[in-house]
């Protein structure tokens, strides 16, 4: 009796575990098929660092066409590209990957004027663009460059005090040329004041905070510029009257974009939001981080963006022109008139109360077809300067107005990151601990645990 118990208890237990082992071979089973048929991945770090942007999966999943990456390497390094590559085959089935070794295949490496390993070829449609790094920026530019046909330039005005497009000191534009270029725009700097007249080649022009007036005939060639279809970008300082270099009023300017329906504030933000000044702020930045649903401004909302000395608008619409906000300072914030010295005294009953209206976007109707005028207006020119336009989204905000106005909406998004740097720094005593504990104390608590619970058991 006792022996048929024990072999029925025994085949219980030979039954239990054989359907253990194929539910577990089963899983197994369904689970590499659905690996092998929907290639997904689940990125857990903290900056998506395995991730491609919101900006690539706009463009890719948007293909109208085929495309094809070529990936020239040596066979035993494919795996260099392959990882990233594979990324953007996921987002569309118009994207295929192809990997060639310009040692097997020399007259292929050839024909794609092949001059280095480890290089990329983006082909979409008939038009072929080399990748300029194997990087996700270098791909997807690679991919713009493709669907972007016609030459785009952004012209930045130059002569009375702008912030320069060559400059590479803290107040020059040279980081904010650099952004541009990766979305293939080409660059150049012009002077209204030598010849009163926007480049017919000009995309889009950008005044980019004049610390001098514009003379009339300048005023008179962006007036007729953006109201012929033109876009323009206006990134105008308050007036401020301290210091050595005082900023002109601009007058003449600022009555053009005030019969467009934007009124420039002759005041300074100051910005108490207690975030700022844990951001490590002063209270003459303003800190934005609600915005409008724009295009612009749309997808940066759980985005931080800065600006330096900024003032306030007020917006409306005319007969000629739509116009809408894009952001608001904070509603801890106040705008003084008082711009001629340091001393602020936040108690006036003369200041603004917060929020308060930074930027503005607006369109001009022609009565032509096809030929709308764009204008943005940004209180502040300081961050898009080299000094602060990698402060969190201000990169993202400059190159999104510029899509804007280009027409380029398909760009407009979050660029890609550039990966952080998570290295730990320690000092000589502190590696010294983290050997200690690794290799003595941790096994030997293991140890001494084991040993306890067999000693229990015994």
Same mark, same amino acid.
Request: with cysteine; glycine share 6%.
């Given at each position: 009796?006792?022996?048929h118990?024990?072999?029925?208890?025994?085949?219980?237990?030979?039954?239990?575990?054989?359907?253990?082992?194929?539910?577990?071979?089963a899983?197994?089973?369904?689970?590499?098929?659905?690996?092998?048929?929907y290639?997904?991945?689940?990125?857990?770090?903290a900056?998506?660092?395995?991730?491609?942007?919101d900006?690539?999966?706009?463009?890719?999943?948007?293909?109208?066409?085929?495309?094809?990456?070529?990936?020239?390497?040596?066979?035993t390094?494919?795996?260099?590209?392959?990882d990233?590559?594979?990324?953007?085959?996921n987002?569309?089935?118009?994207?295929?990957?192809?990997?060639?070794?310009?040692?097997?295949?020399?007259?292929?490496?050839?024909e794609?004027?092949i001059?280095?390993?480890?290089?990329?070829?983006?082909?979409?449609?008939d038009?072929?663009?080399?990748?300029?790094?194997?990087?996700?920026?270098?791909?997807?530019?690679?991919?713009?460059?493709?669907?972007?046909?016609?030459?785009?330039?952004?012209?930045f005005?130059?002569?009375?005090?702008?912030?320069?497009?060559?400059?590479?000191?803290?107040?020059?534009?040279?980081?904010?040329?650099?952004?541009?270029?990766?979305?293939?725009?080409?660059t150049?700097?012009v002077d209204?004041?030598?010849?009163?007249?926007?480049?017919?080649?000009?995309?889009?022009?950008?005044?980019?905070?004049?610390?001098?007036?514009?003379?009339?005939?300048?005023?008179?060639?962006?007036?007729?510029?953006?109201?012929n279809?033109?876009?323009?970008?206006?990134?105008?300082?308050?007036?401020?009257?301290i210091?050595?270099?005082?900023i002109?009023?601009?007058?003449?300017?600022?009555s053009?974009?005030?019969?467009?329906?934007?009124?420039?504030?002759k005041?300074?933000?100051?910005?108490?939001?207690?975030?700022?000044?844990?951001?490590?702020?002063?209270?003459?930045?303003?800190?934005?981080?609600?915005?409008?649903?724009?295009?612009?401004?749309?997808?940066?909302?759980?985005?931080?963006?800065?600006?330096?000395?900024?003032?306030?608008?007020?917006?409306? @619409? $005319?007969d %000629?022109?739509?116009? #809408?906000?894009? &952001?608001?300072s904070?509603?801890? *914030?106040?705008?003084?008139? !008082?711009?001629s010295?340091?001393?602020?005294?936040?108690?006036?009953p003369?200041?603004?109360?917060?929020p308060?209206?930074?930027?503005?976007?607006?369109?001009? @109707? $022609?009565? %032509?077809?096809?030929? #709308?005028?764009? &204008?943005?207006?940004?209180?502040? *020119?300081?961050?898009?300067? !080299?000094?602060?336009?990698?402060?969190?989204?201000?990169?993202?905000?400059?190159?999104?107005a510029v899509?804007?106005?280009?027409?380029?909406?398909?760009?407009?998004?979050?660029?890609?990151?550039?990966?952080?740097?998570?290295?730990?720094?320690?000092?000589?005593?502190?590696?010294?601990?983290v050997?200690?504990?690794?290799?003595?104390?941790l096994?030997?608590?293991?140890?001494?645990?084991?040993?306890?619970?067999?000693?229990?058991?015994?």
């Amino acid at each position: 009796m006792a022996s048929h118990w024990l072999k029925a208890r025994q085949t219980r237990y030979a039954a239990y575990a054989a359907a253990y082992i194929v539910i577990v071979i089963a899983a197994v089973v369904v689970a590499n098929i659905l690996a092998d048929r929907y290639n997904k991945s689940y990125d857990s770090t903290a900056n998506k660092r395995y991730s491609l942007s919101d900006q690539t999966a706009k463009i890719v999943k948007g293909l109208k066409q085929n495309a094809t990456i070529t990936y020239f390497n040596q066979s035993t390094r494919f795996r260099d590209g392959k990882d990233l590559l594979e990324q953007y085959a996921n987002l569309s089935p118009k994207v295929q990957v192809k990997y060639v070794d310009p040692d097997k295949d020399p007259q292929l490496a050839r024909e794609a004027g092949i001059r280095s390993l480890g290089t990329a070829v983006v082909q979409v449609g008939d038009k072929k663009e080399e990748a300029k790094s194997m990087t996700e920026e270098g791909i997807t530019g690679a991919f713009i460059r493709d669907l972007k046909s016609k030459t785009r330039t952004v012209c930045f005005t130059s002569g009375s005090g702008e912030h320069q497009l060559d400059d590479s000191n803290r107040e020059g534009l040279s980081h904010f040329k650099e952004l541009l270029a990766k979305d293939n725009y080409e660059t150049k700097s012009v002077d209204l004041l030598t010849k009163a007249e926007v480049p017919g080649d000009c995309t889009a022009l950008v005044i980019a905070g004049p610390t001098k007036n514009y003379e009339q005939p300048e005023v008179n060639a962006i007036k007729n510029y953006v109201e012929n279809g033109g876009r323009a970008f206006f990134m105008l300082d308050p007036p401020l009257k301290i210091g050595h270099e005082e900023i002109a009023d601009n007058d003449a300017l600022t009555s053009l974009l005030q019969g467009w329906g934007v009124t420039l504030d002759k005041d300074l933000i100051l910005d108490l939001n207690p975030l700022g000044q844990i951001a490590g702020l002063g209270p003459q930045v303003a800190l934005v981080t609600h915005y409008e649903s724009q295009p612009i401004v749309e997808q940066l909302r759980g985005t931080a963006t800065g600006f330096p000395l900024a003032r306030s608008l007020d917006v409306k @619409n $005319t007969d %000629k022109t739509s116009v #809408q906000k894009l &952001f608001d300072s904070s509603s801890t *914030s106040l705008a003084t008139s !008082n711009l001629s010295s340091p001393a602020v005294n936040v108690n006036d009953p003369k200041n603004k109360k917060g929020p308060l209206t930074m930027a503005a976007a607006g369109t001009y @109707n $022609t009565g %032509k077809e096809n030929s #709308q005028g764009r &204008f943005v207006v940004v209180g502040s *020119s300081t961050w898009a300067a !080299n000094r602060f336009i990698d402060f969190n989204g201000n990169n993202d905000l400059a190159s999104n107005a510029v899509n804007w106005l280009s027409s380029d909406e398909d760009l407009i998004s979050i660029r890609p990151k550039p990966q952080d740097d998570r290295r730990i720094t320690m000092t000589a005593r502190q590696v010294s601990w983290v050997r200690a504990v690794s290799q003595f104390v941790l096994p030997f608590a293991v140890v001494i645990v084991g040993v306890s619970v067999w000693w229990k058991r015994r």
